[in-house]
C-alpha cells in the first residue's frame, strides 16, 4: 500500500518464512543499487546491492534481484528471523551523474514469533 | 569500531541557536556524505565531499547550512538559526571511491530537536 505521513507500508511475516521486500525506483538511468536495513533511532545498514548489469545478487540468507525493464527491484530475505524486524529501503545511483543516493519508501518489516 | 561515528548522537536547542555536527568517516574513505531523514521518510542527500572538495549540494541546503571537511576527513554540518523546520535526523555516511564499488556506510546520526 502507499505510504501516507508517517505510516509506512508493513510487510508481516512468520518467523522462519521467506520475505520478499518489494521496491519500484524511479530512474532508467541508475546502473547501481543498493537495500539498506534501518533499525529504531540507528542509520541505514548496508545489506546487500547489484550493478546493473546483473539481475541477481546472492548474499548470506539475502537475495537481490533487478528487473531493469519494468524498473523494479526486489530483497527476499530467506529464513526471517526476530532480528531482520527494521524499515528497510531501497536505493539508487547514476553512478555517471553524481553519486547521491535516491531513496525509497521505506516498508516496515514485522517478525512475528 | 572503525564504522562511521557521528557527535552528538542527540541535541535539542531552541530555535534561532546555532548548532554543530561532527562526522568521522571510515578511515580513508575519501567521500563523505550528509543526508537529512525526517520521521517515517528515506534520507535525502544534502552535499557531499571528495576529499577537502564540496562537490554537490542539494537545493534543500538552504544559506543558513554550512558543511566544511578542512583536511579531508572528518567533516562539520552547522545549521545557523534554527528553525523548528530544522528537527530531522542528520546522517553523514562515507564510500571509497575509485576501486569499483562506491558503497555508502552510514553513520547512527545525529538527532535534532527545534523547540
Known amino acids: 500500500g502507499e505510504s501516507v505521513g508517517l505510516h509506512l507500508p508493513t510487510l508481516s511475516v512468520q518467523e522462519g518464512d521467506n520475505s520478499i521486500i518489494n521496491c519500484a525506483y524511479s530512474?532508467?538511468?541508475?546502473?547501481?543499487f543498493i537495500w539498506y536495513k534501518q533499525e529504531s533511532g540507528k542509520g541505514p545498514q548496508f545489506i546487500i546491492d547489484?550493478?546493473?548489469?546483473?539481475d541477481k545478487r546472492q548474499g548470506q540468507r539475502v537475495t537481490v534481484l533487478l528487473n531493469k525493464t519494468v524498473k523494479h527491484l526486489s530483497l527476499q530475505i530467506a529464513a526471517t528471523q526476530p532480528g531482520d524486524s527494521a524499515v528497510y529501503f531501497c536505493a539508487e545511483i547514476n553512478t555517471g551523474a553524481n553519486s547521491k543516493l535516491t531513496f525509497g519508501k521505506g516498508i516496515t518489516l514485522s517478525v512475528r514469533p | 569500531d572503525t564504522g562511521v561515528s557521528q557527535d552528538p548522537r542527540h541535541k535539542i536547542t531552541k530555535r534561532g541557536q546555532n548548532v554543530t555536527f561532527r562526522c568521522d568517516p571510515i578511515s580513508e574513505h575519501n567521500r563523505l556524505y550528509w543526508y537529512r531523514q525526517t520521521l517515517g521518510q528515506g534520507p535525502e542527500f544534502l552535499t557531499y565531499f571528495q576529499n577537502e572538495a564540496q562537490l554537490e549540494k542539494s537545493r534543500l541546503l538552504s544559506d543558513r547550512f554550512s558543511a566544511e571537511r578542512p583536511k579531508g576527513s572528518f567533516s562539520t554540518l552547522e545549521i545557523q538559526r534554527t528553525e523548528q523546520g530544522d528537527s530531522a535526523m542528520y546522517l553523514c555516511?562515507?564510500?571509497?571511491?575509485?576501486?569499483?564499488?562506491?558503497?555508502?556506510?552510514f553513520g547512527p546520526g545525529t538527532r535534532l530537536t527545534v523547540l
Open positions: 530512474n532508467s538511468a541508475s546502473d547501481y
Open positions: 555516511a562515507s564510500s571509497l571511491a575509485g576501486t569499483g564499488t562506491d558503497t555508502q556506510y
Open positions: 547489484i550493478r546493473s548489469n546483473m
